[in-house]
């Protein structure tokens, strides 16, 4: 343990008239006997030679400046305010009580940094004043102890056994300067340092705790992303051992020269590969750059043969997320690594690529003699993928035996690809969305007898678009409904023939699904009434209801689980019905969510004061628009307050089947587990 420095606690620029009791300065008699005085005890000059002094040793080697002094007790600091971290090109969530809340970023732009100092004041600065408690160090025989030395009200000095220990000097209290014994030998004493209890927890603790800094958004512009962990890494070897592979375990690629920095980095440390777990592309682009995607491809930054060499780095590589920047750098030495390289890869995700070249590469893969039979992947997603023929899915489907997410919405997939699915696979998330190529018998034999999906679905999208053909019709419709399993907590019938004879079959369904998607049905406002009860106090408080209006008569007593509702484009569903039918007379809760039209969105959007009464306001993004209901706000009458007395606001929309999405109505299957941005969030909320 180093002595510490007299330097740092006093400025020692004083003159003797400083620090002598007479304010006036000596008078004669006092200079003669102080010239006595110091012909028998000589006083140091701090500017002179500093070996000669007892304290030499607790000086530091430059001159006494009382500038430096003074910079050294008005130390500076700045720290980088960290902000929200958006991504690149993006739809990202927003974290807020009120749900469907987004952002969308069009580009990157440099994230300011704002410096913190600390300043002193200028009175502070000054030449000390003279009094009974100095704020100077004068080293007279009046100070008994050290401790008593104040500067500016802090205690900066040891205590006199402190400097007996460091100086090896007897010192004893009320003990004159002058009388100050000879330094004796005395062995140092070094205190042992006390080590945390923290530091003792087993290092998958450590990992788990430092896992909780780590951040899946990039950051905005040139600021750096996870700087906590950062900070944890030069703060002890302990933790820097445990922090080392949670740095290394996500990486996101936001911009070829980051894809290029980290793979040279990698490559002189081989060992850093073994830590990457995830390589995630989503949110790749060119854009804020002023580059094209012919400039990049120039650059050789991030190329497939670039993108092999990291691949082969990353033994342990468990979860690959890709995009449509990267369709033509995927090509068949790529996916063979992915496919037949990676022993622990479990997810992959190739959301919208569709160039010809990658499908291509595609096929060749799946030809290659040397692609096993069995492949461990678990959960695949090629949402999008509309080049890929149907033959490649029967190919690659019978070869995923251990299959729970399977994300083929808008493909060629076939009836024979779905029946090909291996039993002991255990799908929860299903995503047939827009899938043309497919029967609605054939779907709904293979959701009601197959073993894979029959008993296990959490999350099932079958939305097709009525304008070129429809999926399911009312014979498919009332087969499937009964079969559903109660595990499901999302389902999207929208394009669906759903009517009013399939009621006594869906009602029982809103008593454990979560989010439900009925547009473009043919399904009356009296018959979404039907999903909730009636308020109990309605005929108690409402003496002055217009006696014209038409109370639907409900089939269930029950209290619904529905969080969200697509309601697009119902027949009978208008801004007036939408209020005196569903949300005055029935009990909502917990419903948040309404997915409506544009055109309903737009009258909605002029109603301020009546969205301000019934406590829901408007949400938009891209083609999207939602009613959604404001929590903990001061309902009016009509809306919310009326049935409001079971409310939980406490509920922040999360959910484990929703793999890190935050809010209601997502339309693509996360194959990762983490947050929503980039490239998938635009295909989760906003297409």
Not at 135 to 160: A, D, I, P
Not at 263 to 276: A, E, R
Request: glycine fraction near 4%; include cysteine; aromatic fraction near 8%.
């Amino acid at each position: 343990m180093e002595p510490p420095h007299l330097l740092d606690t006093v400025s020692p620029s004083v003159t003797c008239s400083e620090i002598h009791p007479n304010k006036d300065g000596p008078s004669t008699s006092d200079i003669s006997e102080e010239s006595e005085y110091n012909m028998k005890n000589p006083v140091i000059d701090p500017s002179s030679t500093l070996s000669s002094s007892p304290f030499s040793y607790m000086l530091p080697q430059h001159s006494f400046d009382a500038t430096l002094s003074r910079s050294v007790l008005s130390k500076a600091f700045s720290a980088e305010r960290r902000e929200s971290r958006e991504s690149f090109s993006s739809i990202k969530e927003e974290k807020g009580s009120l749900a469907q809340t987004f952002r969308e970023r069009r580009q990157s732009s440099k994230l300011g940094t704002t410096s913190i100092g600390v300043q002193t004041d200028s009175n502070e600065m000054g030449a000390p004043q003279c009094d009974d408690e100095s704020n100077v160090l004068c080293t007279c025989g009046r100070m008994s102890k050290w401790k008593h030395v104040l500067l500016r009200g802090k205690r900066l000095s040891k205590s006199t056994d402190d400097l007996r220990i460091f100086g090896n000097y007897a010192v004893k209290p009320n003990m004159d300067l002058n009388q100050m014994t000879p330094p004796q030998e005395l062995s140092p004493v070094i205190p042992t340092p006390k080590r945390s209890k923290f530091y003792e927890l087993p290092q998958e603790v450590l990992e788990q705790i430092a896992s909780y800094l780590s951040t899946d958004i990039p950051a905005e512009g040139n600021s750096y992303r996870n700087v906590d962990l950062v900070a944890c890494l030069l703060t002890c070897r302990d933790l820097h051992s445990a922090v080392l592979p949670v740095l290394y375990s996500h990486m996101t690629i936001p911009h070829s020269y980051i894809f290029s920095k980290a793979l040279s980095h990698i490559k002189n440390y081989p060992t850093l590969g073994t830590f990457v777990k995830r390589l995630d592309f989503c949110h790749f682009t060119s854009v804020g750059l002023g580059r094209t995607k012919h400039m990049n491809s120039e650059i050789q930054n991030l190329t497939s043969k670039t993108l092999v060499q990291f691949l082969e780095l990353a033994p342990n590589l468990r979860e690959f997320l890709a995009q449509e920047q990267l369709e033509d750098d995927l090509n068949a030495d790529v996916l063979q690594i992915l496919f037949n390289g990676l022993p622990m890869l479990r997810a992959v995700d190739l959301c919208s690529c569709s160039s010809p070249p990658f499908e291509t590469a595609f096929t060749t893969m799946l030809e290659n003699p040397s692609l096993p039979l069995t492949l461990g992947i678990q959960r695949i997603s090629l949402h999008d993928c509309t080049i890929l023929p149907a033959s490649d899915f029967e190919i690659l489907l019978p070869r995923l035996p251990n299959l729970t997410h399977l994300d083929v919405a808008h493909t060629q997939i076939s009836e024979k690809a779905l029946f090909s699915i291996p039993a002991t696979a255990r799908l929860t998330h299903l995503n047939l969305a827009r899938c043309m190529w497919l029967d609605g018998s054939g779907v709904t034999q293979f959701l009601t007898q197959h073993p894979a999906v029959k008993d296990s679905l959490v999350y099932l999208n079958l939305l097709c678009d009525i304008s070129r053909y429809r999926l399911l019709h009312s014979a498919d419709v009332a087969v499937l409904l009964p079969h559903l399993p109660r595990t499901l907590r999302s389902l999207n019938l929208t394009g669906a023939y759903v009517t009013s004879e399939h009621l006594p079959a869906l009602v029982p369904l809103t008593k454990h699904l979560e989010e439900l998607g009925l547009g473009y049905t043919a399904l009356s406002i009296n018959d979404i009434c039907a999903f909730f009860p009636l308020v109990s106090s309605l005929d108690d408080d409402d003496d002055d209801t217009d006696p014209s209006t038409t109370i639907p008569t409900t089939t269930t007593t029950e209290p619904s689980t529905l969080h969200y509702l697509d309601l697009t484009f119902l027949p009978t569903l208008t801004r007036t019905t939408l209020f005196s039918t569903l949300l005055f007379m029935h009990n909502v809760f917990p419903l948040e969510v309404i997915e409506l039209s544009e055109s309903l969105i737009r009258e909605l959007k002029q109603s301020t004061g009546t969205n301000k009464l019934v406590g829901w306001t408007v949400r938009e993004l891209g083609r999207r628009g939602w009613y959604v209901r404001v929590k903990d706000s001061q309902d009016g009458k009509v809306g919310m307050k009326r049935v409001g007395n079971n409310n939980n606001d406490d509920d922040d929309a999360c959910r484990e089947w929703k793999m890190g999405a935050r809010w209601w109505g997502m339309r693509k299957v996360n194959v990762a587990r983490g947050e929503v941005g980039g490239v998938y969030g635009h295909f989760m909320f906003k297409k």
